[in-house]
C-alpha cells in the first residue's frame, strides 16, 4: 500500500529547529542510531517548546490518520527520533507485532514519519510491494498501515544523515 503523503505539514523551519533540538542534546548520538523515547538520554524532561511542538504533531497526525482511514479510537503507541546516517539504511520489514492486547488493541496499526530534513543523499523509504519510492522534503509528514500491507524499509544513505520522527499508533478492535 502506497503511503498517504501530507507536504509542509510542518514549516521547513520548525522541522530543523527541531532537527537541531535534538542533535543539541548531550549523548544524544545519532552515530549510534539512537532512539529517543520522550526524555534526554540522561532523564531529564525535553524543552516545554520541543514537547508542546511534538504534541500538535501528534494532535494533527490523528487527525489526518482518522480521515484517510474512516477509524477512530486510536491510541499513541509510541514516539522516537530515528536518524540514520551514511549506510545501510533499514532492511524491508512491517511494523505492526500482530499481537491482541488484553485491553483489546492491536500492537500497532498505523505508522506515520515526520522528515525533519532533507540534505542528504540517498534514504529513500521504499515500499518494494508496490514498488515505491520516496525521499520527501522536510517538513512533510507520511502515514500508512503497519500491517503486511504495507512493508517497508529504508535504503543506504550515501551521505549526510536522515532526522525523522516515527509514531506509532494502535487500534482498539471493534
Known amino acids: ?72 479510537q486510536l491510541e499513541l503507541k509510541r ?6 546516517e551514511k549506510g545501510p539504511g533499514s532492511p524491508v520489514h512491517v511494523d505492526e507485532e500482530y499481537a491482541e492486547m488484553e485491553d483489546g488493541f492491536k500492537q500497532i496499526s498505523y505508522s506515520a514519519i515526520v522528515y525533519l530534513n532533507d540534505n542528504y543523499e540517498g534514504g529513500e523509504i521504499h515500499f518494494p510491494k508496490d514498488d515505491y519510492k520516496l525521499k520527501p522534503k522536510a517538513g512533510t509528514m507520511i502515514f500508512f498501515h503497519g500491517d503486511l500491507n504495507s512493508p517497508h524499509g529504508v535504503l543506504p544513505v550515501v551521505s549526510g544523515d536522515r532526522t525523522n520522527i516515527v509514531i506509532f499508533f494502535r487500534k482498539k478492535y471493534e
Open 1 to 72: 500500500m502506497i503511503p498517504t503523503v501530507v507536504d509542509n505539514f510542518i514549516s521547513y523551519e520548525k522541522a530543523n529547529k527541531l532537527k537541531d533540538y535534538f542533535k543539541s542534546i548531550e549523548n544524544f548520538n545519532f552515530e549510534e542510531n539512537k532512539f529517543f523515547h520522550w526524555k534526554h538520554p540522561n532523564g531529564e524532561k525535553i524543552s516545554e517548546e520541543a514537547q508542546e511542538d511534538i504534541d500538535d504533531i501528534l494532535s494533527r497526525i490523528l487527525i489526518h490518520i482518522n480521515e484517510e482511514f474512516k477509524t477512530s
Open 79 to 84: 514516539v522516537i527520533i530515528q536518524t540514520y
